[in-house]
């Protein structure tokens, strides 16, 4: 009679496999993160106009120092105020509501405008 055997080591293997490719994702996705607040910051420190597009009470809990609150649904209000070839930087509180901002603002005609990413992420990267 043959016997039957499992190999216990290849789901273990697997599971490592698959925590190493995450924990690989985390950073490569931290650096990126980074990598974008530090563009932001590079841009403010040559004079970019620094926006929140989150709502006011996210704002007034806090913010950045010198940026202004127009949150998402009001972005369009910017056009009337602000040159559409000055350097633009948006934040919110992931990067997520920025993204969108960034890309309503190139529709509307901006020419430069950057994500910086979440509040606390560009705090992290501050200079």
């Given at each position: 009679m043959e016997r039957l055997t499992v190999d216990t080591q290849t789901p273990f293997k697997h599971m490592l496999l698959i925590l190493l490719a995450a924990i690989i994702a985390i950073f490569s996705i931290n650096?990126?993160?980074?990598?974008?607040?530090?563009?932001?910051?590079?841009a403010l420190e040559q004079g970019a106009v620094l926006i929140d597009v989150?709502?006011?009470s996210e704002y007034?809990?806090?913010?950045i120092e010198g940026a202004v609150n127009m949150p998402l649904s009001s972005l369009s209000k910017?056009?009337?105020v602000i040159d559409r070839d000055k350097?633009?930087?948006?934040?919110?509180?992931?990067?997520?509501r920025?993204?969108?901002a960034k890309r309503y603002l190139?529709?509307?005609g901006f020419t430069n405008v950057?994500?910086?990413?979440?509040l606390e992420e560009m705090l992290a990267s501050k200079p």
């Amino acid at each position: 009679m043959e016997r039957l055997t499992v190999d216990t080591q290849t789901p273990f293997k697997h599971m490592l496999l698959i925590l190493l490719a995450a924990i690989i994702a985390i950073f490569s996705i931290n650096a990126l993160a980074s990598k974008r607040s530090d563009i932001a910051w590079q841009a403010l420190e040559q004079g970019a106009v620094l926006i929140d597009v989150r709502t006011a009470s996210e704002y007034r809990a806090d913010h950045i120092e010198g940026a202004v609150n127009m949150p998402l649904s009001s972005l369009s209000k910017l056009a009337n105020v602000i040159d559409r070839d000055k350097t633009v930087v948006v934040y919110c509180r992931s990067g997520s509501r920025a993204s969108h901002a960034k890309r309503y603002l190139y529709d509307m005609g901006f020419t430069n405008v950057l994500n910086g990413g979440g509040l606390e992420e560009m705090l992290a990267s501050k200079p």
